[in-house]
C-alpha cells in the first residue's frame, strides 16, 4: 500500500516569497490533516479537511497560510508571504478511521 | 483538549525493555489512548492504542491504569532502531478527530 506522498521534501526561498507544497494521500482516506513541526517541538494541526470540507483551521494563520483540497483527494498548501519564523517542517497525513499516516514531511528553511 | 505528561527523555539498553509512562489525569470516557513514533527525520507514525483493556501488537504493548488516568508504553526488546520521540495521545473517539501532540519523551538506546 503506497503511504502519503508529499513534495518537495526541501525548500529554501528568501523572507517574503511564496512556496507550495503538496499532499497526496493513501487511497481512500476521506481525512487529510496538515501540519507544522518546528525543530524541537511536537507537530501541530494547522488544518484538517474532511473530504474537500475544512473541518478545523482555527490554528492556520489565515494571513499568510492556505490550504485547499478540490475534489476531495490531494492537498496544497501554501505560503505568501513567507516569514523566518515559518521555517519548519510541514507534514501531511491522512486516515479512514482510527490511525493517522503520516508523510515523510516538506522541510522548509526561509532565509 | 485533553493534556498528557510524559518525561523528557528516557534511556535503555540494547536487547533490555522500556517502560514509557504516561499520565493523563483529565481524560474522558471517549478518549483513547495513542502512541506515536517519531523517528530522527521522519514524520510520526503509529505504534498502538488502546481505550481500557491492555493491548499488544508486533511493535508494543500497551498498559493501560484500571482508573485511564495513566498508561505506559512497553517496548519488550529495545533495538537501536527503536530510538525516537514517543508521543502519548488522546484521542476523542469521533471519527476523523485530530492528534494534538505534546513534546514527547526523547528514548535513547545505548549498545
Known amino acids: 500500500e503506497a503511504g502519503v506522498a508529499q513534495s518537495p521534501r526541501y525548500k529554501i526561498i528568501e523572507k517574503r516569497q511564496s512556496v507550495a507544497f503538496w499532499c497526496n494521500p493513501i487511497s481512500g482516506h476521506a481525512t487529510l490533516y496538515w501540519y507544522q513541526q518546528i525543530l524541537g517541538q511536537g507537530p501541530k494541526l494547522l488544518i484538517q479537511?474532511?473530504?474537500?470540507?475544512?473541518?478545523?483551521d482555527s490554528q492556520l494563520p489565515k494571513d499568510r497560510f492556505s490550504a485547499e483540497r478540490l475534489k476531495g483527494v490531494d492537498s496544497t498548501l501554501k505560503i505568501q508571504p513567507a516569514k523566518l519564523e515559518d521555517s519548519a517542517v510541514y507534514l501531511c497525513?491522512?486516515?479512514?478511521?482510527?490511525?493517522?499516516?503520516f508523510g515523510e514531511g516538506s522541510w522548509l528553511t526561509v532565509v | 483538549d485533553a493534556k498528557t505528561t510524559q518525561p523528557n527523555s528516557m534511556e535503555s539498553n540494547e536487547e533490555e525493555p522500556v517502560h514509557l509512562p504516561c499520565n493523563h489525569s483529565?481524560?474522558?470516557?471517549?478518549?483513547?489512548i495513542h502512541w506515536y513514533r517519531q523517528l530522527p527525520s521522519q514524520g510520526p507514525e503509529y505504534v498502538i492504542h488502546g481505550l481500557t483493556s491492555n493491548v499488544n501488537n508486533r511493535m508494543a504493548s500497551l498498559a493501560i491504569a484500571e482508573d485511564r488516568k495513566s498508561s505506559t508504553l512497553i517496548l519488550h526488546r529495545a533495538t537501536l532502531r527503536d530510538a525516537a520521540v514517543y508521543y502519548c495521545i488522546l484521542r476523542d473517539a469521533e471519527y476523523g478527530n485530530k492528534l494534538v501532540f505534546g513534546a514527547g519523551t526523547i528514548l535513547r538506546v545505548k549498545s
Open positions: 483529565t481524560i474522558s470516557g471517549t478518549d483513547y
Open positions: 497525513a491522512s486516515s479512514f478511521w482510527n490511525t493517522i499516516y
Open positions: 479537511f474532511q473530504n474537500n470540507g475544512v473541518v478545523d
